[in-house]
């Protein structure tokens, strides 16, 4: 390669390295994950079963959001993994599943939570993100559960493109989560299926 194309090349180098957008999730946004990896969860359903949820610590990379885009981006992730029931089990045998992500935080240009919440026979499908200001502005309403009243609780369900509906492709399937009940300072409280719903009795911290 002569000098001259060597030159060149530097130069696209440089520019296109300057196009590439790093973000950092911004220090105070960390209030909007209400997990610090810690946890134990136990939730009991309407009919009387019970799961338990331990959390697995947490861990903050950066990776890009797409490796096929012209100016990609690079984004901050913060995961709080999970073990957890698994809610389609081979033959029905219960069994746990390490090292699941559970709630990630996330800033690609704008803050925001990704859900991935999985219990037993229950799966809350297409890993639903949800922005800052969804989180943010939504209306709270309370929710008494056990003695408890949280009164910072917000409803999420699945992606609209994605939504699951009773008459839908997802109906059929009784592990389909079709609501997360969401307080902003315990994270989810309760999640509702079909024919039943599960609500958290208790929250472990460990140290």
């Not at 969401?182 to 024919?195: E, F, L, T």
């Amino acid at each position: 390669m002569g000098k001259q194309s060597k030159l060149s090349a530097l130069i696209l180098f440089v520019a296109l390295s300057s196009c590439v957008r790093n973000y950092k999730i911004p220090k105070e946004d960390y209030s909007l994950l209400p997990y610090t990896g810690k946890e134990i969860l136990v939730f009991r359903s309407s009919k009387g079963d019970t799961d338990t949820i331990f959390l697995q610590g947490k861990s903050t990379f950066s990776s890009w959001t797409s490796t096929w885009d012209v100016f990609p981006k690079n984004a901050e992730h913060c995961i709080i993994l999970a073990k957890s029931s698994d809610p389609s089990p081979p033959n029905g045998k219960q069994r746990y599943l390490d090292s699941l992500n559970f709630i990630t935080l996330l800033n690609d240009g704008e803050t925001k939570i990704q859900i991935k919440f999985t219990a037993k026979d229950a799966w809350f499908y297409c890993d639903s993100v949800y922005t800052k200001q969804t989180l943010t502005n939504t209306k709270n309403i309370t929710l008494n559960i056990k003695g408890t009243s949280y009164k910072d609780v917000i409803i999420l369900t699945p992606n609209k493109n994605v939504q699951e509906k009773y008459n839908g492709t997802y109906s059929d399937r009784p592990n389909t989560i079709y609501k997360l009940y969401w307080s902003r300072k315990d994270g989810i409280i309760r999640y509702d299926k079909k024919d039943e719903y599960w609500e958290l009795i208790k929250k472990y911290k460990l140290n």
